[in-house]
């Protein structure tokens, strides 16, 4: 069992920036392919950014420029930058882990998420 836990979600202002974290326990990053999605109210989950088996990103064209995604192996953390926040980038935003490939589109998950952190973006 993997045990996912973010945090950093807070209710900001259009332009501000966050930074999300996950770390895993129960398990080390390197046995996974990672990423991070999201659901806003009434929506389905959305794939936000993604990493391959070589650590390269693939982000959502909507955060593409203003989102970075990084991890710290030592820590067994794995980090979301976002800058430039839109009021559209509200919602619940989830870690994953699955076995490689994670596709963005969120198809053939069978792994692991966390609880969510929430994002709320004012204007």
């Known amino acids: 069992q993997v045990h996912l836990a973010e945090s950093g979600g807070a209710s900001v202002q259009t332009g501000g920036s966050l930074r999300l974290s996950c770390v895993a326990a129960?398990?080390?990053?390197?046995?996974?392919?990672l990423g991070w999605f999201r659901q806003a109210p009434g929506k389905e989950r959305e794939g936000v950014v993604v990493?391959?088996?070589?650590?390269?990103?693939t982000y959502a064209d909507s955060v593409k420029g203003r989102f970075t995604i990084s991890q710290d192996d030592a820590k067994n953390t794995l980090y979301l930058q976002m800058n430039n926040l839109r009021p559209e980038d509200t919602g619940m935003y989830y870690c994953a882990a699955d076995s490689c490939p994670l596709y963005i589109s969120g198809g053939d998950f069978s792994g692991y998420w966390g609880q969510g952190t929430q994002v709320t973006v004012s204007s």
């Open positions: 990493l391959d088996t070589r650590g390269r990103p």
């Open positions: 129960e398990t080390t990053y390197s046995d996974f392919c």
